[in-house]
């Protein structure tokens, strides 16, 4: 690749895309419950944060795909943050291992911007597994018909679009997510399968 | 891909120094500090009477603190925010307000307002407290 689409690709990914796991970091001491569940495998995840820089968690995976459970020890790290008036920008570093097996492990970067009104966001990870090697990248795009206040029911219509290295084909659907309070869900459905992702903070 | 990966890192690595409120306090020097008072001056930190008062109904002897905020362009932006303050004694109500972006905070009148504590709230939730001016009702 050369440096130009390289220059390319990284504005694309910063300026287009979002991230995939919405906000994988809590306020200073708050802890998040995640649950998860996609064609490839469903999910339980809960993560602390100690400061709004970095979260440590654990995720239980039932991966239908390779018809296989495991447990994630899993830590994401904010690289940086900028805060407009209006409008927050992050990028992520993510990481864990997995207790099936030695080297099983998992990297990588996912980011996010937003507006009250535009959601977009990408992900990009790369997974060790003693199975398979793969990597999955995603990218969303939302638009929120109307602008709520604080602690108001929170509505965005979103585009999801994602890849791994498994199917090795692109898959783009839509989907809502909603909001209130510490509470959200995300539900979308391509062909016979759910996407479901529903967070909890406290 | 890697190469992506790096570049996304390496370009993000140059600016995190420059982000606002993630700096490192015992890196300044003098200059810096001037600067990051007139960070969070509030002259230009305004509501309007109607958002006042509606805030403000039913409280008296209270100090009003009102924070332009930076970044909080969602709920779960402002929650921790909420949390922290609600968590304090001396905070008598707190609301935020996205479309805004502003938090008002009512303290108690005997509690010393202090304006770098506040910041300080703000930038621990991962926000940006622009300006800071307080009311008395």
Redesign the interface.
Known sequence: ?GIYN?FI??LL??TVSELAFS?PI?????STIMYQSNSMYSSYYYHYSP???YSVGAEYINDRHFNDQYVNLKTTY???????????GN?Y?TGGISTKSKDSFFY??H?DW???RVFTSFS?INKRTHKKNY?ENEFKLGVAPY?????DL?TWVMVKTKKDTIKNNWETYPFVKF????Y?LEVGAKNSHWDIHYMF?F | MYKILLSIIILSSNTVLAMDGMHDHGSHNHKDHQAEKYYVDGSKTKITDKMFSTFSAGLSNTQIVIVDVQGMVCDFCARGIEKTFNDDKDVKKVQVNLEKGKVLIAYAMNKKVDLDEIKNIFLSNGQTATGIIVRKV
Do not use: C, P
């Not at chain 1, 602008?147 to 602690?151: K, Q, S, T």
């Not at chain 1, 909001?179 to 510490?182: A, S, V």
């Open positions: 690749m390289t690709t990284i990914l910063i906000r809590s306020w200073s001491g708050g400061t709004y820089k904010l690289l940086n943050r900028k805060n407009t008036k209006a409008s927050q990028l570093l990588g970067v980011g937003e507006t009250r990009y990597t602008l709520g206040e604080y602690n929170h909001f209130k309070g510490d959200l903070r």
